[in-house]
């Protein structure tokens, strides 16, 4: 398949892009509503999503849109409401999830509860959960396939499988290049062109186990990707991926076939 997509890279210091990362995912919002009535973006885990869920709860104002060159579609651009949220019709998903139970410290589902679901005023039941609690990974690999499917109901033509088109997927950056759940030490999984979600075992990770990931065909397919990093190591990395230095970590592999790429790169 052509790709066709535009790749962007800002950096700066963490309060600046953290606010220019939260405006341009509520602008994305708007858009989506206005065109497909509806919202889908999958959610980063890990540590560093953190500070950006605690500011897009917190909403955006008029003034920081129009600063970063972000309009509103038509009707809501003339809305001169102090803030702007994510709207109600918004819909989160779980890029990955490591596979623990729901209030271990490492579970990216408590991390999104303790900073942005409950602030965001999206409804609890928008958040599509990954079952990472689940002994048997493989069906919660397939149940999460099954819940994404309801919301893009694909027909499969002959041998070829379509994938779905999320508004926007956040990702991180880990240290050694990988991203999601998907990592350089596993090329089952880097090479998966079938299934949109899998289960898989990381040794490496932090910390090591079981986990559940969306897989690379479906990262690729949004309409929007944007990779959010702090920390200086992280975005001298994010920078040499997005200048094709560095094309030997899974981060690499994330290439839009027809949709834009954003790297936001913040240091203290």
């Known amino acids: 398949m052509n790709r066709s997509s535009q790749k962007f890279l800002y950096h700066g210091n963490e309060t600046a892009t953290t606010e220019h990362a939260a405006a341009l995912i509520v602008a994305e919002a708007y858009r989506a509503i206005a065109e497909r009535e509806r919202f889908l973006m999958a959610l980063a885990g890990g540590n560093s999503p953190r500070i950006l869920y605690k500011r897009l709860a917190q909403g955006v104002s008029a003034e920081l849109l129009k600063h970063y060159r972000l309009p509103l579609p038509d009707g809501w651009s003339k809305n001169t409401q102090a803030l702007h949220h994510l709207p109600e019709k918004t819909w989160f998903f779980m890029g990955d999830e490591r ?111 079981k986990r559940l990931t969306l897989t690379l065909p479906v990262i690729n397919h949004a309409r929007n990707i944007l990779f959010f990093t702090t920390g200086k190591t992280k975005s001298e990395l994010a920078e040499k991926i997005f200048l094709e230095q560095e094309k030997n970590v899974p981060a690499s592999l994330v290439k839009p076939y027809n949709g834009k790429l954003y790297w936001f790169t913040a240091q203290p």
């Open 99 to 209: 596979c623990v139970p729901i209030d271990h410290p490492d579970s990216n589902e408590r991390m999104i509860m303790e900073t942005l679901l409950p602030h965001s005023g999206i409804p609890d039941n928008h958040l599509i959960r990954m079952a990472g609690e689940k002994a048997d990974t493989e069906e919660a690999a397939r149940e999460y396939e099954g819940a994404i499917r309801s919301f893009f109901p694909i027909e499969e033509s002959g041998s070829s499988k379509k994938f779905p088109r999320f508004d926007l997927i956040l990702l991180g950056l880990g240290d050694d290049g990988h991203t999601a759940s998907l990592f350089a030490d596993n090329a089952e999984a880097l090479q998966e062109q079938s299934q949109w979600v899998i289960a898989l075992n990381a040794p490496f990770g932090k910390p090591p186990g």
